[in-house]
């Protein structure tokens, strides 16, 4: 397990609520961003074990997103969005998400996937 019990979140408002009870009961911080901006500064500022990315915030361009998180942290990404949108689902799996999956088994499996992020 990493020293570091920091989750910073890209996510809509819709599971922001959600994913930080999830953080929480899992044993992290929650650290919310507001855009890709304000996700990189979140990167910089707590030094996360994780980065949660809700590939379906309409404002983000999914390959510079995913680019810059991985030029500014070695943290695993865990990129999730609804099960019909394929062609985000994809471009993450295309841009080294390590691990992509949907919002059902984000918010069902949370402590699975995060032991998967961390071990991939």
């Known amino acids: 397990m990493p020293q570091n019990k920091t989750i910073v979140a890209l996510v809509s408002m819709f599971f922001g609520a959600k994913l ?6 899992a044993g992290y911080e929650y650290k919310g961003a507001i855009g890709p901006a304000g996700t990189l500064k979140r990167i910089t500022e707590f030094s996360p ?22 030029n500014a942290t070695k943290a695993p990404i865990i990129a999730f969005c609804g099960h019909v949108a394929t062609k ?27 032991q998967q992020a961390l071990t991939s």
């Open 49 to 70: 074990a994780i980065v949660l990315l809700d590939l379906g915030k309409e404002d983000i361009d999914v390959p510079a997103t995913v680019a810059s998180i991985k």
């Open 88 to 114: 985000e689902l994809q471009e993450a799996r295309d841009c080294g998400c390590d691990v992509v999956t949907t919002n059902g088994a984000i918010t069902g499996s949370f402590e699975t996937l995060i």
């Open 20 to 25: 930080k009870g999830l953080c929480e009961q």
